[in-house]
């Protein structure tokens, strides 16, 4: 393995090339016509000209653009969130009609405020798209609901393709990095959710570069695979402001071969699949995941 890179500057395979084609055009005209929110933007993700341009992917955050949360890794803006949009299910769906979008992620913002957590308008938004456009595969990425597992199982009532829950970093990193999530509350979301619909695949992801180590990364892969956890994407964090770099910075630079070797052991490891690499996030490439695993989807 290389020698990775310790703290410096921004190392080159991380710089992002920005070419804006007619697609990322368009879907950026219709986000801002129907008044939706997309992590891609928000998060300032780096694939997003891929993501838009090429590929025909994107990840909608519903429930509104403010967070009762606020985790250290996060650019959403976090508050008190006011009232509820119900008809964004259907903003959505009409959206992802209109883009002819072939795999589309769902995550919304943490609703702790909410009896149910977001859940029935998460879940509505499900339907909505698949009553649109039914060979369009669809992800949900939802927090861990506050553990309150009535309100995933409405979620997986609507058979998501794939339930995404983030578990963002090793066990021993978790208290800091997460808000009010917890490492092993996450692990039970994921369980409960494969034994709700064991039809949809599970999937979590890993930030690198807060410090953990390789035999804490294999830790939590351990950990995800106990709980029946098919996919896994690593990714590098990348603070997404100073204010984000001062409280929680980036102690390390993985290098592009150390991502490359801890996605072999994932595989060996017995992931159904793995996405790994710098500029990895937890929803790139997810379209090629759904139908790699899922040999009834074209
Ligand atoms: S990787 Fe995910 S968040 Fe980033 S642009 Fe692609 S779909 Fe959006």
Partial sequence: MKPSLQISHKPAW?????????NYRKLKKIM??????????????PNIHECWGKRKTVTFMILGDTCTRA????????????GLDLDEPTRVAKSVARLQLRHVVITAVARDDLAD??????????????????????????????????????????????LNHNVETVRRLSDRVRSK???????????????????????????????ETKEEIMETMDDLLANRVDIL?????????KMHAKYLPVIKYWHPDEFAELKAIALDKGFRHCEAGPKVRSS?????QARLLRPDVD
């Fill in 233 to 241: 994407t690593l990714g590098q964090y990348i603070p997404p402001s």
């Fill in 181 to 211: 999530a917890k490492y092993d509350r996450s692990l039970e979301f994921l369980l409960r959710a494969k034994d709700m619909e064991p039809w949809s695949l599970t999937k979590s992801s890993i930030m690198l570069g807060l410090s």
């Fill in 71 to 82: 985790c250290g890794f996060c650019a959403v803006k976090s508050g008190r969130p006011e």
């Fill in 117 to 162: 957590g977001g859940a029935s308008i998460f879940a509505e938004t499900v339907r909505a798209v698949r009553r649109k456009i039914a060979d369009c595969t669809v992800e949900v990425l939802p927090s861990d609901m506050g553990g309150v597992y009535k309100n995933l199982q409405i979620l997986m009532d609507a058979k998501p393709d794939i």
């Fill in 284 to 288: 790139y490439h997810a379209d090629k």
């Fill in 32 to 45: 801002q016509s129907e008044g939706l929110h997309t992590v891609c933007e928000e998060a300032r993700c």
């Fill in 14 to 22: 991380l710089k992002i090339r920005m070419n804006g084609t007619n």
